[in-house]
C-alpha cells in the first residue's frame, strides 16, 4: 500500500518549455487535489477533483491544466512554464470529508 | 474572503519545554479544522476537530476547538528534537476544499 505516489520528485525546467507532474493513489479515494507550497504561504489549492471525471479550478489555478484519468489518478500540466511556478507541488487525496493524504511533492525549478 | 492565520510563525525551544500553537480563522460554512506536522516531505496528519471544547490528544500533543473565538490551539508537551518540524493549521468548508495557514516552525534545541 503505497498511498499517494508523485513523479517526478525533482525537475528543472527553462522557462516556455511544458511539463506533466503525476499523481497516483491506491486508497481508493474519490477526491485529489493539486497544491504548491511556497515559503511562508503555506499549501494554496491548484485545481482539486471530487470525484472521476470532475475538475475545479483552485486559489490558483493560472498557468496550470489538469485531467482526472481515472479514480487513481490525476495530473498536472504546465503548458508554458514561468519562473513563477518555481515551487514544491503536492498532490493529496482523501475519501473522509477533510482529511487529506499527500503525497511526497516534486520540486520543480523554472529557469 | 475565507482566511487561516497561525502564530506565531516560527518558534525555537529546548528540549522539554511546553510550546502552545496558535491557529484563527474566517471562514464561511466552516465544517472542520486539521493540524498537519510536516517534516522535510508531505505533510502528515494529526488532529481533525469539529466541536467546541473537546480535546482531541495523542501522546505529547493535543489541540482544541474554540467555534466562538474562531480558534483553535496545539499543545506539544515535553518537546524533543524529533518535533521539530513545520505545523500546518487547515479548516474545511462545506465546499470540500482546505484553505491552510502559513504555517509555524518550530525547532526544538537539545
Not at chain 1, 62 to 76: A, I, P, Q, T
Not at chain 2, 34 to 62: D, H
Request: aromatic share 10%.
Amino acid at each position: 500500500n503505497a498511498g499517494v505516489t508523485q513523479t517526478p520528485k525533482f525537475q528543472v525546467l527553462k522557462t516556455g518549455q511544458s511539463m506533466t507532474l503525476q499523481c497516483a493513489q491506491d486508497m481508493n479515494h474519490n477526491s485529489m487535489y493539486w497544491y504548491r507550497q511556497d515559503p511562508g504561504m503555506g499549501l494554496r489549492l491548484i485545481y482539486y477533483s471530487a470525484s472521476e471525471g470532475t475538475t475545479d479550478k483552485g486559489e490558483v489555478p493560472n498557468g496550470y491544466n489538469v485531467s482526472r484519468l481515472n479514480k487513481r489518478e490525476f495530473s498536472l500540466r504546465l503548458e508554458s512554464a514561468a519562473p513563477s511556478q518555481t515551487s514544491v507541488y503536492f498532490c493529496a487525496s482523501s475519501e473522509i470529508a477533510d482529511t487529506q493524504y499527500f503525497g511526497p511533492g516534486t520540486r520543480l525549478t523554472v529557469l | 474572503e475565507d482566511k487561516v492565520v497561525q502564530s506565531p510563525l516560527s518558534l525555537v525551544v529546548h528540549e522539554g519545554d511546553t510550546v502552545t500553537l496558535n491557529c484563527s480563522y474566517e471562514v464561511t460554512n466552516f465544517r472542520s479544522l486539521l493540524w498537519y506536522k510536516q517534516e522535510k516531505k508531505a505533510p502528515t496528519f494529526l488532529f481533525m476537530l469539529t466541536s467546541s471544547g473537546i480535546e482531541k490528544k495523542s501522546g505529547r500533543l493535543s489541540s482544541i476547538l474554540d467555534k466562538k473565538e474562531l480558534s483553535s490551539i496545539l499543545n506539544i508537551t515535553a518537546t524533543q528534537t524529533g518535533d521539530s518540524a513545520i505545523y500546518l493549521c487547515a479548516v474545511g468548508s462545506n465546499t470540500g476544499k482546505l484553505i491552510f495557514g502559513q504555517g509555524t516552525t518550530l525547532q526544538v534545541k537539545p
